[in-house]
């Protein structure tokens, strides 16, 4: 099993920076594809990037290519999502998930472990 503690997030006004960080328990934290979703108020929760296993097969939503950036450290079982140039509409509760297919899938319901998330507030 594998218990995620996501941590840094804040209030930023529009066009800042913030890093999330993502912090796993357990010793197999390195075979597991970790995601990033997100979910404003009354929306569904929404893929936003993810990492396979080895650092590789990595995928963006289109809405946040060229801005954000997902590494990992499978050394320090952390994930983190570096977020630049930040919109108000990336305001949400942003989580982060893990499960054990090769690569990352965009949908939430095939994850099978979260964090309980970080608020993240874009103010314009």
């Known amino acids: 099993q594998v218990q995620l503690v996501e941590s840094g997030g804040g209030l930023v006004q529009a066009g800042g920076s913030l890093r999330l960080s993502c912090a796993a328990s357990?010793?197999?934290?390195?075979?597991?594809?970790m995601g990033w979703f997100r979910q404003a108020p009354g929306k569904e929760r929404d893929f936003v990037a993810g990492?396979?296993?080895?650092?590789?097969?990595?995928f963006y939503a289109d809405s946040v290519k060229g801005r954000f950036t997902i590494s990992r450290d499978n050394a320090k079982n952390t994930v983190y999502l570096q977020m630049n140039s930040l919109k108000p509409e990336d305001t949400a509760v942003y989580y982060c998930?893990?499960?054990?297919?090769?690569?990352?899938?965009?949908?939430?319901?095939?994850?099978?472990?979260w964090g309980q998330g970080t608020q993240v507030t874009v103010s314009s």
């Open positions: 990492i396979g296993a080895s650092g590789g097969n990595i």
């Open positions: 357990g010793r197999t934290f390195s075979r597991y594809t």
């Open positions: 998930a893990a499960n054990q297919f090769p690569f990352p899938r965009v949908g939430s319901g095939l994850y099978d472990y």
